[in-house]
């Protein structure tokens, strides 16, 4: 019995040690990216670099591109995580819901805007690589939750298989509000603040049918916006 009793004792100890491993060689190959401006070029100099064998990457990993899914799709995942825990959380509307996701979002890309720069500041909003594909899913499947609630609350109309590419807009509305921030010079980011309001208003007055007056509103906001920016090429 004492032999079959220190069998269980050993699985956790091996999981644990799994997902650090894997933890390190993605911050590391992050790490890699900001620094160096672009991903390590090969297994065999990633892990001579780090002091590992390419056996232990290989346990974690099945290449190299799958590391930069894993760490993206790891970061968003935390996020949700951190503000769909909060105490409010089921009382809020999907519109709510969503803002206080984005908030949280651009308080947490702060921590990461250098990489985040190096990775999507040459990306075009429809541009969508594989190395994303983790985090796109992510965010994918947290709007979809979130449409759902909105449609059950009334806030968002059910409009059948229309409904299916909501998802798909508040993605690339994500996009933008990225996009936005990493252009943006504004003191404490208030401009980026002013952005997801008035767009958030606008995509949820589309969602519920009633978009005149938000979409004046946008448009009054975006035009000097749209002046600032062009003025900077």
Known sequence: M????????KKPSKIGQK??????????YMATLQKEGHAPV???????????????FYMAFPNLHAVEKHFWRSWMETIIAAVSSGKEWTSFSAKERYL???????????????LLEERFGKLTLL???SSLDGLKSSLKDFTSELIQHGMKKGDIANRGALGNLYPKV????????????LKDESQGF???DAFI??????AFDLFRTQAIDSAADLVRFLLPQLAHFGGRN
């Open 170 to 181: 508040l993605y690339i509305h994500w996009r933008s509000v990225l996009d936005y921030f």
């Open 100 to 114: 206080a996701f984005l908030f949280a979002f651009t308080g947490q890309a702060l921590e990461q805007r250098s």
């Open 19 to 28: 997902k650090d491993h894997r933890s390190m060689i993605s911050e590391a």
């Open 127 to 129: 541009c969508n690589p």
């Open 42 to 56: 090969s297994v065999h100099r990633f892990c001579k670099d780090l002091g590992i064998a390419e056996k232990d």
């Open 2 to 9: 004492a032999a079959k009793s220190s069998k269980p004792s």
């Open 190 to 192: 208030e401009r980026t």
């Open 197 to 202: 309001e008035k767009t958030v208003e606008f």
